[in-house]
């Protein structure tokens, strides 16, 4: 029986929440001699599910920090087209940037990266506490999202007393709270067995791509690949096959 069942319904998406595009154009990076992205060119559609494979040091990583603006490309744009916007993420100020990623995009790494001294309440809304939102307010939103993965009644427990499933799914809640169009995911399932893997993919899918978001998500593990509607495949910071997984919802 999937989380889901035991939970609630997910809190709908916001009716304002506006379906995003994503578009990579000539991307390079490099890290002195290293060249992590050679000119690399991807379109992303709104509410998809990319997955993004390729072997170790293929610029998978890197692709995604520049997507979502943690990283600046040497050359080449990152264009989002958000609300009939276009805007180069990468071309934006530092405090531009980092408030289009608070406000649009959604994050989930191997390690949920969750504050241990906060409980899975307080993590999730501290996500929206820095967008302006009140306390209350804030703990309301989380407490929805919580019950909603499955976690309701763990809402006072501090990541510690969590399982590594639990806090992916925490994870997963706060890279959502604040209604993110974009959701990057770097090996969320990378510290979890086969079944605590499957079960938080589909937790992830159901409530990005499954409410309109869009899902980028780096992986290693085919399983997960097979779950997003398309994979794209890196070698030395290209893109070397794109290919849509036939028979998946996006
Ligand atoms: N901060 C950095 N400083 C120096 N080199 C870096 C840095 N980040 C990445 N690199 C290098 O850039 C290349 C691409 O790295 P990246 O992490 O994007 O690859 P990846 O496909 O995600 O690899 P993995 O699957 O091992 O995580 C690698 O050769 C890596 O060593």
Redesign the pocket.
């Known amino acids: 029986m999937t989380p889901f069942q035991h939970g609630r319904p997910l809190p709908a998406a916001p009716a304002h929440l506006p379906p995003a595009v994503l578009s990579a154009r000539g991307l390079v990076k490099s ?2 001699a ?1 060249r ?1 992205l050679a000119g690399l060119d991807l379109d992303i559609r709104a509410g998809e599910s990319v997955a993004v494979m ?10 995604l920090h520049c997507l979502a603006g943690i990283v600046t490309p040497d050359a080449g744009q990152v264009l989002l087209q958000l609300d009939g916007a276009t805007t180069d993420v990468a071309g934006l100020d530092d405090r531009r940037r980092s408030a289009l990623r608070r406000s649009t995009f959604g994050f989930v790494f191997q390690q949920g990266l969750l504050i241990p001294e906060l409980t899975a309440l307080e993590n999730v809304a501290v996500a929206l506490m820095l967008l302006g939102v009140d306390r209350r307010g804030a703990e309301h939103s989380a407490a929805q999202w919580l019950g909603a993965l499955g976690l309701g009644g763990m809402e006072d427990r501090r990541v510690g007393q969590l399982s590594g499933g639990q806090a992916q799914r925490v994870a997963i809640a706060r890279a959502q709270v604040s209604g993110a169009s974009v959701v990057f995911a770097d090996e969320p399932t990378g510290a979890l067995d086969s079944g605590t893997s499957a079960e938080v993919m589909d937790i992830l899918l159901r409530s990005t791509t499954g409410t309109g978001r869009t899902l980028v998500v ?1 992986t ?1 593990d085919d399983d997960v690949a097979r779950r997003c509607a398309r994979t794209v495949h ?1 070698r030395d910071g290209r893109i070397v096959r794109d290919s849509l997984c036939p028979g998946t919802a996006a």
């Open positions: 890290y002195e290293t992590a390729g072997p170790s040091g293929g610029g998978k990583t890197t692709l780096v290693h890196l």
